[in-house]
């Protein structure tokens, strides 16, 4: 059995419901702000109760846009996200396992109505997120691009990424949720079929995705949130002895005229407070959060992520690119998770939502 059969058997067939997972890697631990409670509370039990994200996957200032999810299974992150788009935006769904785009379908027009929508704004389609070319889908097309503890159970991760490129309008973002390694993943943890089916095993080691993502097209790679994930599986735990597993939340945005580096040019912002939900300060990334009104000192890469993307009407832009003064203080490479810049520690006694 390959790859892709495998992942639809067990998505499918093995896993039922949330409850069936047998580790902690596809868990949200994050404690949701209110409004996303809110959000959550309008969604059918039977979607919800198939949900295997580890990470909240909403970046913000999302009102009217549209918004490609990949895996999106059961669909609980597509009817979040239709909530926040609204009845002006829209939300396509892409998954390979019909058993769960088959949940997804059966509750679209009660999500429309339960919105209070004309019509329902969210679309499925049965395909593979390693051949988004194959589905019907125009080149920079859409403003974001979501998923949620999937990509690491693609046996083509670099397809993956440049798909979504593809499929961004300039400006755009990536914004999702996976698993990462410390180091590359060794044969026998790989090949376990729990493992996985848990999305470990098919988990990259942080640097190579990087890399990877690189490749696609996205120069640089923020890094919202992360923690690690704790085996308590005897079996599962000497089977990885010690390599250790995080759960991380990245965005990437599209932009040609990113460095590789973050450069000085002596630029700042000042966020307006203006973002729905977001009155007192915007983050991101775990780097870069910006209380309101306050002038906030950034580089290039991090100028034109917001100059040139959705959020710049968000913000006050300071300086230009006339004059260099080098390499932007505090810029390192470094493994960028670990049990220290772990998410807040109140999460760990939260349920996983």
């Not at 059918?44 to 198939?50: A, F, L, P």
């Not at 209070?116 to 997120?129: A, D, E, F, K, R």
């Not at 998923?147 to 440049?162: G, H």
Request: overall charge negative; aromatic content about 10%.
């Amino acid at each position: 059995m390959n790859v892709l059969d495998f992942v639809q058997k067990y998505y499918g067939e093995i896993l039922e419901k949330s409850e069936d997972l047998k580790t902690n890697a596809c868990c949200t631990v994050e404690r949701p702000p209110q409004y996303v409670s809110d959000a959550l509370s309008e969604i059918h039990d039977d979607v919800s109760s198939r949900y295997y994200g580890c990470g909240l996957v909403l970046p913000e200032a999302l009102d009217g846009c549209r918004v490609l999810d990949l895996g999106c299974g059961s669909g609980r992150d597509c009817y979040l996200l239709a909530q926040l788009v609204g009845a002006n935006g829209s939300v396509v769904g892409v998954d390979m396992t019909e058993a769960q785009l088959e949940v997804a379908e059966k509750y679209r027009e009660h999500h429309a109505l339960r919105f209070g929508y004309p019509s329902s704004n969210v679309s499925l389609h049965h395909g593979y997120i390693e051949h988004l070319e194959e589905l019907p889908f125009e080149p920079e097309s859409f403003d974001i691009i979501v998923s949620n503890c999937v990509i690491n159970l693609s046996p083509d991760k670099a397809s993956v990424l440049r798909g979504a490129y593809r499929l961004l309008k300039p400006g755009g973002e990536l914004y999702f949720a996976d698993v990462y390694a410390d180091r590359r993943v060794p044969a026998e943890v790989a090949h376990d079929p729990v493992l996985y089916g848990e999305c470990l095993g098919g988990a990259l080691y942080w640097n190579d995705f990087l890399t990877l993502a690189k490749g696609a097209g996205f120069k640089d790679a923020r890094l919202v949130a992360g923690r690690e994930i704790e085996l308590e599986d005897e079996r599962l735990k000497k089977t990885v002895r010690d390599l250790r597993f995080y759960s991380a939340t990245y965005r990437l945005f599209k932009l040609s005229e990113l460095e590789s580096a973050c450069e000085d040019y002596g630029q700042a912002v000042i966020y307006k407070g203006t973002i729905p939900h977001h009155p007192d300060t915007f983050t991101l990334d775990e780097h870069h959060v910006m209380p309101t009104g306050k002038v906030f000192p950034v580089c290039g890469n991090t100028f034109d992520m917001l100059s040139k993307s959705r959020l710049s009407v968000y913000f006050e832009l300071i300086g230009d690119k006339s004059h260099h003064f080098g390499i932007f203080p505090d810029c390192g490479t470094s493994i960028p998770f670990g049990a220290d810049a772990a998410l807040d520690t109140s999460a760990a006694d939260a349920e996983c939502c």
